[in-house]
Each structure stands twice: as C-alpha cells, then as structure tokens.
C-alpha cells in the first residue's frame, strides 16, 4: 500500500535516479573525512612532518662513495623490495615510495615519503645512512645492521632515484 503511493509520487527510472544521486551524496563522507585529520594521520603528503631525530654530526658529514651505476641501483631496488631483514622496505614505504606501502595503516608516524623532494633534499645522505643502520625509535623503522656499507649506499641511490625521477 505505502510502495503503491510512493510509486505514484516518484515512478520508475525516477526512483532510481534519486537512488544514484543519494548514494553519491552519502559515499564521498569518508573520503572528505580523511582531509580532516592531522598531518600524522595521513601517509604521502609533502612536504612531511618527521619523529627521526637528527644523526650525529660524524655521520652528517658523509657522502655517498658510490656512483649511481644501473647496477648499484639495481642491488639498491631489490634489497627494498624483496631481501632485505626483518622486512622489505616496500612493506612500509611503498613500492612507488610514496610512503603507502600495505601495513602503511598499522604504523604512526607514518613511513617516509621518498618521491617529496621538499622532505629528502632536507636529508643529507649519511643522515639516511645512519638511519637505516641503527633504526629510528619511537617508530615503526627497524634497524638494518646487518646490512654492509655498499648495501646502504646502494639502497640510498634507490631512494634518492624516487625524488629525481621526474
Ligand atoms: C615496518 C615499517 C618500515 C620498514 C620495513 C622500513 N621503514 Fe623506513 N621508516 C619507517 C617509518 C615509520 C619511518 C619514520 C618516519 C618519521 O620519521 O616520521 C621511516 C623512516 C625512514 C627513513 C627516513 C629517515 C629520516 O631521517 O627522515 C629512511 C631513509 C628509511 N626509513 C629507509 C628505509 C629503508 C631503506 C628500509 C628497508 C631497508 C626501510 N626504511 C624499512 C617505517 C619502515
């Protein structure tokens, strides 16, 4: 009985076209909500606030010994995605390395944005160096000690490949 009434108010592909119009009015809420929240919250904004603290002087000073060869980015790439221990840096960081990586949700602060070049020009190369040997506490990053020398470098000419691609 109700329908019937309903009906003859609103017939057919009107009904339907209301019900479209409805839905995209209701299903953008969370998107828009995402904006809302604090800079923290969010993961691949640029520039992005950092927790790591600043290396020691000693380490601030380095530079990378080795050349951007095809080959030492190579080394670099597939120790991010793949092999490097306890876990992947893609895991976190993202395999584009927006910083979107799939447990990306789970950590606070959120990983590192590589691709904003606001934010890496600021990092000096032994400052990356100094973090992924030792970690960075009260973080989600993991220490990479067992990595040697070469290994880091090779992973920072990845990184940095990121933020100077385009
Ligand atoms: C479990 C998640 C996780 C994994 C795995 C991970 N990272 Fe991170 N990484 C983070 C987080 C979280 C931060 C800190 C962001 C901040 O400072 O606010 C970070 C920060 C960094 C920084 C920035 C340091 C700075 O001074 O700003 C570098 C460089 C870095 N990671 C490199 C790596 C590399 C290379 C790997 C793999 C060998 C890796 N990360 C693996 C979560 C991770």
Known sequence: MQFKYWKRWMPGSQVCFMGILLLGLVLPGPVWSKHEKGHDEV???????????????????????????????????????????????????????????????????????FTCVYTMEELPDGQLFWVIKNGSPGTAMPSFNYLDGDQVWQLILYLRSFSTKK
């Open 43 to 113: 993961s691949g904004i640029c520039p992005q606030p950092r927790k790591t603290v600043t290396a020691p002087e000693e380490y601030l000073k380095l530079r990378n010994p080795l050349e951007a060869t095809p080959q030492n980015i190579l080394a670099g790439k597939t120790l991010f995605h793949v092999d490097a221990k306890p876990s992947a840096c893609r895991v976190c960081h993202g395999i584009s390395g927006d910083g979107l990586g799939i447990i990306f949700h789970r950590v606070k602060p959120k990983p590192r944005n």
